[in-house]
T-cell receptor, first 114, second 115 residues
Framework: GENVEQHPSTLSVQEGDSAVIKCTYS??????FPWYKQELGKGPQLIID?????GEKKDQRIAVTLNKTAKHFSLHITETQPEDSAVYFCAASSGASNTGKLIFGQGTTLQVKP | GAVVSQHPSRVICKSGTSVKIECRSL??????MFWYRQFPKQSLMLMAT?????????EQGVEKDKFLINHASLTLSTLTVTSAHPEDSSFYIC???????????FGNGTRLTVT
């Protein structure tokens, strides 16, 4: 089955700097890769997603890149703000069957220092 | 956007009792909902896929008799933790999507504490 590895586990940046979180996946049949932001005591919130037919997607300060050949994808946050501090999870769809099942990475705790 | 509501947000129960958690899709119909479990400072682990009108599909290692799932309507799935024990204490989160291929949206989770 699918396995998703996420790095780093913690990331501390200064306000205004960029943050990059990387994930690798194992199942070449996976075709959907969302990123979620989770604040303490809350459920994950979708912030951006990408499908395997696209190499890059951007939404304001957030961008995601996908390298299908290498089976890795990354989240880029520019001009970080203290409110970006949270736990971020990458995920991959479980194969290409479009069942909706997601396999999550281990999570990255992002701290943005004012 | 799609909104998923979960209730209760917190529950404390005594060991041996059962607890029911509700997951509702507020502005869309969901034929499929997913139940996840999250231990402190860990990732989300898929427990089961809830299918409207049919039996849930459980992931390997998840006891179906312990975690009863009922998806009786297109907007409601329930997870019942039966004969709860302290090791069942966790954060339970449901998710749903409004159509095939659309993103999964998550509820705000239920913090279960078994004393």
């Amino acid at each position: 089955g699918e396995n998703v590895e996420q790095h780093p586990s913690t990331l501390s940046v200064q306000e205004g700097d960029s943050a990059v979180i990387k994930c690798t996946y194992s199942d070449s049949a996976s075709n959907y890769f969302p990123w979620y932001k989770q604040e303490l005591g809350k459920g994950p919130q979708l912030i951006i997603d990408i499908r395997s037919n696209v190499g890059e997607k951007k939404d304001q300060r957030i961008a995601v890149t996908l390298n299908k050949t290498a089976k890795h994808f990354s989240l880029h946050i520019t001009e970080t703000q203290p409110e970006d501090s949270a736990v971020y999870f990458c995920a991959a769809s479980s194969g290409a069957s479009n069942t909706g099942k997601l396999i999550f990475g281990q999570g990255t705790t992002l701290q943005v220092k004012p | 956007g799609a909104v998923v509501s979960q209730h209760p947000s917190r529950v404390i129960c005594k060991s041996g009792t059962s607890v029911k958690i509700e997951c509702r899709s507020l502005d869309f119909q969901a034929t499929t909902m997913f139940w996840y479990r999250q231990f402190p400072k860990q990732s989300l682990m898929l427990m089961a896929t809830s299918n409207e009108g049919s039996k849930a599909t459980y992931e390997q290692g998840v006891e179906k008799d312990k975690f009863l799932i009922n998806h009786a309507s297109l907007t409601l799935s329930t997870l019942t933790v039966t004969s709860a024990h302290p090791e069942d204490s966790s954060f339970y989160i449901c998710s749903a999507r409004d159509s095939v291929g659309s993103p999964l949206h998550f509820g705000n989770g239920t913090r279960l504490t078994v004393t």
